[in-house]
């Protein structure tokens, strides 16, 4: 559609207002669709801070086979739209979305396996605690094998493992996971989704994981009242470790 007034209802179906030029790219060589990064920013004003967060993140996963972008081709991208929105001089064009998508930015982790895992970060920082880090490896000292750890904070060794799964023997390979960190003095705080469930129940689990910080490292981290992702993009508590 060439104008707003040009569109039309379709139940089911959300129209995405767009002026900036679309960079396509080809899915098995025949389907045409947005790229990644474009889609990213065309999301942004229907989605919340957290929300678009997760996507970012998710484009961007560990496994190479549903990585989809980077955090600099995330980057290039809102750059190079930033220089169109000011090609004309004074004032710039109105990009929908784009000053969320640049607030946003600094919060993408890379590498991620899983959206609980973005929202359980996310989560943490609302509360006041530090970002950990994604994702952190630890070698296996009798195979040799390198484990990857959901969330870390390396220096205090200690570790936050987000427990989605149900299937036995991923329990069973867990727990023998869970054995090896102990003996290699790491400590694990394990989360599942009823951790997730309400605004007490994540605060609860903030409150457990600054006990852990403070018996670590002997200093108290102080858990307030949850900020709000807009509030935390403002950057108005942001602590780091």
Known sequence: MSTAN???VIRGVRDVRWNVPVQ???????????SPECTWLMMSPVLSEEELIVLGDSMMRRDYRLKRTTKEELERFLDWVRQWKDSDGPPSKKVWGYRKCVDALPFLKGDTDSSMETRLRLTLQRFGLPAPEVNFMVENPVSGAMMFLDMAYPKLKIAIEYDGRFHALQWEADVERRKMLDELGWDVIQVTASDMRTESSKQALAMRVSNHIAARSGKKVVVGDALTMRQLMDGRRVRRM
Do not use: M
């Open 24 to 34: 396509t790219q080809l899915i098995g060589g025949a389907v045409e669709c947005t």
């Open 6 to 8: 040009a569109h039309h």
